[in-house]
């Protein structure tokens, strides 16, 4: 018998009281800062888009500060209360905390709220992240183009609250746990950093067709004719979806389709998950009227910060969902270039070297229509481009296929760690 179990057999035989946040504790929000209100040393804060990206269940320090000047206008969190996220771009990670532990007390933004409890403050972060607290809390987010959730409904949520020697039992193996599955999924990760540079190594030397005519051992051994022709020479036509601002309401009632933005293609693929906006059938038939979707397009994302340049071929389109005005969606002349060839070349250095130059270095990175029909592009044979093709889509695969190689095996790792957690914060409930 384990530690764990002895202690829940001594202390809990007939079960573990489940009680709603809002019974272990307050739940303050925090006072509003903004960007400009950021200095490199003042008072330490937590920004709510810092529990998405950057903290995990807990830190006994901040990542950024504000001005002195705001310190009688902010609301502070104390050493072991917990803070939750409030808002969000999305709904999926909204209810996240993380146990501050820290002695120096920190600002909190307002799009949090400041537990103060007296559980175990990791092990009540560690609760805050299973499947059984987001599915009670999953129903009272409010969805739009900010999805939020209010302090008293996240105090409805039940938690399992054994006595605090099991808590602290169960956080220790949670931590131990943790480190070793994070240590490992940083060296499959390092792994699959070098892969993933050796293929981008091999796809530029496979697509640098540097003169007219291209010698070598990469193609074949053989000589490669090769004619270069911008790229609205090759295509048949070049649209983009519409604005919701100007045209329709994102996530208003009745909106059930699906509307793809730069955000939702990675991997090559578009994919459509939770966080994806939704339209109406209504708004899809007008971006159709200008888009004119189907299988076969090439679609390219035109405009954000680290999105320009993301780039999926429609495998099949069944009129199902539409996209915004920041993608391209264009239809290849496959008797000159294959869509599936100028993909990977879009992705090569010699391709990005002539459009990233053109991207707007605003606020909001683009890049313009006629930039990137400017860019060249190389033309070979059929047959050459297909060869490449295939070399390149095996070797893409074994990098990025999340269901083989080394993605696989860190998904799984992170599946096997959160089922692990989950099944640890669960409790047979109390017998009454």
């Not at 972060?125 to 009272?140: A, M, V």
């Not at 987010?141 to 605090?164: D, M």
């Not at 051994?221 to 911008?230: A, L, V, Y």
């Not at 930039?371 to 481009?385: R, T």
Request: hydrophobic share 35%.
């Amino acid at each position: 018998m384990t530690k764990l179990e002895q202690l829940i057999k001594e202390l809990c035989p007939n079960g573990v009281d489940y009680i709603p946040i809002s019974e272990l504790g307050t739940l303050t929000r925090g006072k509003r800062f903004v960007h400009a209100d950021a200095v490199d040393k003042g008072i330490p804060c937590i920004h709510y888009g810092e529990l998405y990206t950057y903290y995990g269940v807990s830190t006994y320090t901040t990542k950024s500060f504000v001005r002195e000047e705001l310190k009688a206008k902010l609301r502070y969190a104390h050493k072991n209360d917990v803070i939750i996220v409030g808002a969000g771009e999305n709904d999926v990670d909204i209810g996240i905390a993380v146990a501050y532990l820290g002695d120096e007390d920190v600002a909190i933004h307002d799009a949090c709220y400041i537990l103060t409890q007296k559980n175990n403050p990791k092990y009540i972060s560690y609760c805050l992240r299973t499947e059984y607290y987001h599915s009670q809390i999953k129903k009272y987010v409010s969805r739009g183009k900010i999805c939020a959730i209010s302090a008293a409904s996240i105090g409805k949520a039940e938690l399992p609250i054994p006595p605090l020697e099991i808590q602290d039992e169960i956080v220790h193996i949670l931590d131990e746990y943790t480190e070793s599955v994070t240590a490992l999924q940083q060296e499959l990760e390092k792994e699959l950093t070098a892969r993933k540079k050796q293929y981008e190594y091999y796809r530029d030397l496979l697509l640098d067709f540097g003169g007219s005519r291209q010698t070598d051992a990469v193609h074949g051994g053989g000589t490669s004719e090769c004619e270069w022709r911008t790229l609205g020479t090759v295509i048949i036509s070049l649209k983009t979806g519409l604005n919701p601002r100007q045209n329709f309401s994102l996530n208003e009632n009745g909106s059930n389709l699906p509307y793809i933005t730069g955000k939702d293609i990675y991997d090559n693929a578009i994919n459509v998950t939770e966080r994806t906006d939704r339209i109406t059938t209504d708004a899809l038939t007008l971006i159709n009227k200008r888009a004119n979707l189907e299988s076969g397009l090439l679609l390219f994302a035109s405009t954000g910060t680290g999105t320009v340049g993301r780039m999926a071929i429609i495998q099949e389109y069944n009129n199902d969902w539409g996209i915004s005005e920041t993608l391209y969606a264009i239809k290849v002349n496959e008797n000159i270039i294959l869509t599936s060839f100028l993909l990977h070349y879009l992705y090569s250095a010699s391709a990005k070297s002539q459009f990233e130059p053109k991207i707007s270095k605003g606020s909001v990175p683009h890049l313009k229509v006629k930039d990137l029909e400017n860019v060249k592009v190389p033309i070979i044979s059929i047959e050459e481009q297909t060869r490449i093709v295939n070399i390149l889509d095996r070797f893409d695969k074994l990098c990025n296929d999340i269901s083989e190689g080394l993605p696989a095996e860190i998904e799984a790792r992170r599946k096997q760690y959160e089922y692990y957690r989950d099944k640890l914060l669960s409790f047979e409930e109390m017998r009454t």
